[in-house]
């Protein structure tokens, strides 16, 4: 494709995608394909000859486009957020154009450089203690997901209680490791993953708010010394997914320190309201983390992927992952007077992320995230009013921030339909939990374009299918 090919086709895609966020409310929410249907109506084998973007396009349009799930309407309250923004597309559009590979700063020093500005920059934002910061002995890296950044850090965690043995003689077989029943699946992932066993991790209870319990937290911490075993490694939740439930960070935090285990907190999602003055006090305990993560590609306008990913002693990081083969050696590597961000992370090789991040807050500015951070807060907020003053519907959980869980009286097939229902309909689309075998209807605002009238009409939906379903049991 010619470079003048390219700038015609390129600026029909950008009309096609700014036409798609104009009409994206036209669509189901949910897609509505069934199993298999998309793939049975693309060719068995590749094309042997050229065919054209309009073809090519012609396609996108009539067969993926219906198996489409709309992340990006307005009109979109499951799970959690992955939002997007115009300067992110475009930042991460330049980012391709650029086509760099970043894995060391010699491979294009920009890469590398711009990414731990701009890491500060939010690291300041979040108003991190001065040990996530570059100038200080930690430092911080973007990675594709909150589960590789868990991966990473229990295995610094691994190797700093191991004194660097396991990396050398394979896995010692008595670490363990500590997260609440909440905590999400990637972290228990990340412990088969490092070798360290799921019957090495211990499961903590939580309290009516379905935050981990300190003090159950120091009893098996206790029990395991007691036994012979090696405590390393704890998991504390900002804002857990089921329910956005906040663990104790400075009780959990101290016992922590007490104990010599690795704290790492996961904030994928709620971190980013901490970029707000009056939410900050959500991170209070964060200085007794020796790393933390979250997600602007959850709920900060930065499209998937780019999680941020902060360590308190970047030494220990660095001495767990990095690998130096003869063909990646250089002289500023070898002057130590760079970062080299593929010693950060699992994979070698990395993308230019921190563009889109760039884009994204010098676009918005802070203030700018403030106000729409503030916007979904005070949405879910009059969203849980609403079901707090109801006759028909209770509120489940505290809603500390942008998640509202709740449930109608009718018990849990009354809830299971209700949810069906609505997203059959396609006009909006959220998720469920169960908390206490109670089945639980979940809305999560977070969308970038969701505004008061979205909300509003979500309510009316919800309320009027639960009239036509209490009408049909009569
Ligand atoms: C979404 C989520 C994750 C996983 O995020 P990925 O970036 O997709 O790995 C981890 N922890 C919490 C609390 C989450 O909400």
């Known amino acids: 494709m010619s470079p003048e090919e390219f700038r015609n086709q390129g600026k029909q895609m ?118 996530f910061k570059s100038s200080s002995d930690g430092g911080a890296v973007i990675q594709d997901t909150a589960s590789s950044a868990a991966l990473s850090a229990i295995l610094a965690a691994r190797e700093k209680k191991t004194n660097y043995e396991t990396n050398d003689s394979g896995s010692l077989g008595n670490l363990v490791a500590y997260v609440s029943m909440h905590t999400h699946s990637s972290v228990e992932k990340a412990i088969k993953i490092a070798g360290i066993g799921k019957n090495n991790l211990r499961l903590i209870g939580v309290d009516e708010n379905l935050a981990m319990r300190p003090d159950l937290l ?59 003055p009056e939410y900050r006090y959500l991170l209070n305990g964060v200085e007794y983390a020796d790393s933390f993560s979250f997600n602007p590609h959850k709920w900060m306008f930065t499209n998937f992927d780019c999680n941020c990913f902060f360590v308190a002693d970047r030494s220990v990081l660095i001495k767990t992952l990095s690998i130096l083969p003869e063909y990646l050696k250089n002289q500023a590597t070898e002057s130590g007077a760079v970062f080299d961000y593929r010693d950060w992370h699992i994979q070698l090789g990395r993308r230019f992320r ?6 994204v807050i010098r676009h ?70 169960v908390i206490n075998n109670q089945y639980v209807l979940r809305m999560c605002i977070g969308q970038t374009n969701t505004k008061e009238e979205h909300v509003d009409l979500a309510w009316k939906i919800i309320q009027e299918t639960a009239k036509e379903l209490s009408y049909q049991k009569l």
């Open 218 to 276: 120091e009893t098996a911490i206790k029990n395991d010394l007691q036994n012979g075993l090696i405590p390393f490694f704890v998991c504390a939740t900002v804002g857990t997914t089921s329910t956005n439930a906040m663990d104790p960070l400075p009780e959990i935090g101290q016992i922590c320190q007490q104990y010599e285990l690795w704290m790492h907190i996961d904030a994928a999602m709620s971190g980013t309201a901490a970029i707000c």
């Open 354 to 359: 921190s563009l889109k991040l760039w884009f």
């Open 14 to 131: 950008i009309d096609w995608i700014a036409d798609y966020y104009e009409n994206i409310e036209q669509y189901p929410v949910l897609s509505q394909v069934k199993p298999g249907e998309i793939k049975n109506q693309l060719p068995d084998s590749a094309p042997l000859e050229s065919e054209s973007m309009t073809q090519i396009m012609e396609d996108v349009n009539s067969i993926i486009m219906p198996g489409i799930t709309h992340w990006q309407s307005p009109n979109f309250y499951a799970f959690f957020p992955s939002n997007s923004s115009g300067p992110s597309i475009l930042g991460d559009l330049l980012s391709s154009g650029l086509g760099v590979q970043g894995m060391i700063w010699a491979t294009s020093p920009a890469c590398t450089e711009l990414e731990t500005r701009v890491l500060d920059w939010l690291s300041e934002m979040l108003q991190l203690p001065e040990k």
């Open 364 to 433: 918005y500015g802070v203030n700018g995230l403030r106000y729409h951070i503030r916007q979904h807060i005070n949405l879910a907020q009059q969203f849980a009013e609403w079901v707090r003053s109801s006759d028909e519907f209770d509120l489940v959980t505290p809603a500390p921030l942008n998640l509202v869980c709740f449930a109608h009286k009718s018990g849990n097939d009354f809830n299971r339909k209700l949810l069906e229902t609505i997203n059959n309909k396609g006009k909006m689309y959220f998720t469920h939990t």
